[in-house]
């Protein structure tokens, strides 16, 4: 099969710029796409956990978007953008499940990853703080978390993000400022 | 530093709702200045943010969220590239050659029902491999111009090239535009004018490749 | 029009043991259609599994005859003209003793080299 691993040998393509993988797979270069699939793959999985849960829809949602941007390659005009373009197809992808789940289950806009929300202060001994980040941001508000996501995880800047999520700079100053005023009032808790 | 912060007023300036609260607690900032002030490094110097005591605590407050925010972001990347690799198997088993076959090739066949094509997805391939196969040098990007399927018509190929620092890179391009030749000849029946080799140097790279035409 | 014909099963081995030849690839646009399809849907569930079923080696049957097509990757030390040659041949000579149909075309695809 086309697909099939080759042996992984310290190859010239594992220290190739994103440029020079990004023009090689577009031009039809398993290996280099390989490179870049283990180059940024994590970091899209921790995006898409961030925004869904950590679940088998995280996986699907990172293997649908590699295989989207294998076919769009070609369309990748800047090739050393491609880290933000991986990022922005992720993101999409997210946000499209992240909708159906909620048609599926018919919920309104409570937000699914969320846990239990326990009493920070019952919780603050036995959670490192990392850990305590990571709920409080599963419990922000959908909009909120996936400005804050775009903001953190994937490096956007603020009119990237805009652009992105379809709403004026304005409007996600706000929300990024509340984000972080969430996260804030709740670290303070933890201390 | 958790003396600095009066207890009874903690919470105050990270109010969610009510801005002139979040303002009277931050000595007429908020939240938002304060982060796109650390965004600036702090970055040129604001008295009335470095003299605020309030504006101070908010600040070691929202330089410890980006550390917990980094640690956590550290720790997930690194849970992520502990997995195992049947993932990355998962996605490459999903793909296909389609995608990128290009145009067909046709290769000479006597038979009138013979319809014997090498797809230019193929030729980049070879003309990848070539250049991987020499030292020191790393083919980009790959081109064929001109209508390729008309057997006998003369087309260019354009392809680009990263050098490695210290190399002669005519004598280099040379070498490499005579094993494509070769090469060509060997996978297509096609009738190849030039090739066209652009060189860039490694150390030009990433930002702004300083570009060299080759003939 | 794609109807399965009685000598399909064989077509993949036989291209399989032609000398040169490294791959054989599905040949039908039904398989990249069918893939496409289901992973750009808004999936709900997981992508389908590789359709492997579907023999590589795509036969229609056309008014004016047989169509075959084949699609090959070859080592690197092969020439694309003589393997793609070669698998026409043995295509060729399989349907001559299948009961000699009329054939429209016989297409071979060299999609991958090395």
Known sequence: MPGTLREQVASPLAAATDQMLADRAADGDLRAFEVLVRRYGPLMRVYAIRILGSNDESDDVVQESFITAWQQLGTLDDGSAVKSWLMRIVSRKSIDRLRARRQHVNIDDTDAPAPDHHAPHALAEVESQTEALARVLAALPEDQRRCWTLREVAEYSYGDIAAEVNLPLSTVRGLLARARKTLLREMEEWR | MTELTPANRRFLAFDLDDTEREQAGLSGHTIEHLSDYLDRDRMPADASIDDSPDCEIALRGLERLRRAQRLLLERDLERESRRDDSWVSAILDNITLEAHAGREIPLAHPSPTARLVVTEGAVRGILRETGDRMQNVFVGRCVLVGDVSVPGAPISIGVDVTVFPGENIPLLAEQLRHAMYVALGKYTELVVAAIDITVSDLQALPDAPAQEKEH | ?114
Do not use: C, W
Request: hydrophobic content about 50%; overall charge neutral; proline content about 7%.
């Open chain 3, 1 to 114: 029009m794609t109807t399965v014909l009685p000598f399909t099963d064989q077509l993949d081995a036989l291209v399989r043991q032609v000398p040169g030849v490294d791959a054989l690839y599905p040949a039908g646009s039904i398989v990249a259609t069918v893939l496409t399809a289901t992973l750009d849907a808004v999936a709900h569930r997981a992508p389908a599994a590789p359709l492997v079923h579907t023999p590589l080696v795509h036969t229609a049957q056309q008014a004016d005859g047989v169509r075959v097509t084949a699609k090959i990757g070859i080592g690197a030390a092969e020439s694309s003209a003589e393997v793609s040659a070669r698998v026409h041949d043995a295509i060729a000579a399989h349907l001559r003793q299948a009961g000699n149909p009329p054939v429209a075309q016989i297409a071979v695809i060299v999609a991958r080299i090395g």
